[in-house]
């Protein structure tokens, strides 16, 4: 008895040394498993990360792999690779060790199978930006999720929600961008407490918002966009203290921005263009630290809040096609490298602020069809990074500043509509990249510069209904 127990202990550590001195033995199924999985993610004829995988080498030194401690593969890091084939999930999930499986961004295609549900271990998976088709099975099974992307990725039908409910460690959830059959907001997502980014644009949501979205105090990012969203946002979003982006423009919700807005303070990025929603505005004038606002195609009423005047990170703000009324805080956009404004199409009177080129970055000033008065300030003709300027259908007038005409980067001026009066004045010579050039419905005088005909790249010319003379061509 007790020699025949030895003996097995033998056998055993002898077998033992065997494995560890080498690498096959019981590895040689995670070689297989891998090999396997080159050969079906080689109908990319190009050179790729696999050509390293060789049955002479170690799985532990193949590109991508990282094994544990006792040399079983523990993550698979291949995204952005141009992959292209079919997954084989019934071998990858043999795997015992894996805990990450990260495909993203790749040429994978065929059906996601519900041999995924084997992959237990698996705290990180992306398989977003892909070519699958299918719907997406049951994965209730991978309970240690903590990443979990498949937005980009071709999945259809309807998402298995339900596996949701109780993978609790879940921080950041990203299902976007799939042609999903329409659903109303799941609320198993609600329950996942330590989400701080949740991307969910695109994907077929209708419905309301749900108030519960509140209890999500982790969320950094929340992306709703280009969905079928009704009704209010609601209140509780306001205690989501952490956000730094809240994404719900292309939906369909209406009523006021709620109150509680006002505590968003980390927010920096927040779009909810091309919605129905009313009322003022005055909320937005609590966030401070916004680097980018967009309220356009919205019914808006009210004043621009003065605060925003005084943020120092906002560089891009996007308010056109809504109803407001009032001026522009004279000092928006003189803070940071501003880059755009669009408030067209609005009511807003007084003068154009003068310092949004103040950092000498801005891209784009769009104030057309406004009530705006005044001239426009010199400030703009040196605002050398300008490509569109368009201020047309307002009541300006005085003098354009000569340095306008010649913009060096300026591929569109128009300023038509207006009460402009004085020259075009022979710097449009510099002005080498416009295109077009709208000046007609004003009080212009003077000779038209021949200067005018010598511009390659200007192919829409108007002038009409002014005082101008001098010889076309
Ligand atoms: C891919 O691997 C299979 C199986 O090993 C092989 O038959 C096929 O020729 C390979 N195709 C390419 C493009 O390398
Ligand atoms: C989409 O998935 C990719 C990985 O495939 C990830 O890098 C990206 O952040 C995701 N996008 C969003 C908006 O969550
Ligand atoms: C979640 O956990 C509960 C309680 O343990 C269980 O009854 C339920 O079936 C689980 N849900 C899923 C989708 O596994
Ligand atoms: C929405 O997702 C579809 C795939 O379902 C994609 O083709 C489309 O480009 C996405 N739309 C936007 C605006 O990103
Ligand atoms: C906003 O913050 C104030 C003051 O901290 C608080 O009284 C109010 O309940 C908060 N609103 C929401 C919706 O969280
Ligand atoms: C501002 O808007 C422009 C044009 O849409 C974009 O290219 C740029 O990335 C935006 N900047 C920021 C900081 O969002
Ligand atoms: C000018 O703006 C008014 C509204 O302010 C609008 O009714 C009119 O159609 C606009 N004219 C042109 C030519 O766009």
Redesign the pocket.
Known sequence: MSTSLSYLQIVLSLCLLFCFSLPFCVKSDELQILLNLKSALNKSSTPNVLDSWEAANSVCSFNGITCNAEGSVKKIELSSQKLRGVLPLDSICQLQSLDKLSLGYNLLYGAITKDLSNCVKLQYLDLGNNLFTGSFPDISALSELQYLHLNGSGFSGTFPWKSLENMTNLVVLSLGDNPFDRTPFPDEILKLKKLNWLYLANCSIEGKIPPAI?DLTDLIDLELQDNYLSGEIP?????LHKLWQLELYRNLLTGKL???F??LTNLEYFDASENDLEGDISEVGYLSNLVSLQLFENQFTGEVPAELGEFKKLVNLSLYTNMLTGPLPQKIGSWAEFDFIDVSQNFLTGPIPPDMCKKGTMRGLFMLQNRFTGEIPATYASCTTLKWFSVSNNSLSGTVPTGIWGLPKVTMIDISLNQFEGPITSDIKNAKAIDKLLADHNMLSGKIPQEIWELKSLSILNLGHNGLSGSIF
């Open positions: 509140g209140v509780e979003i306001g205690k709620p109150v509680g006002r505590n």
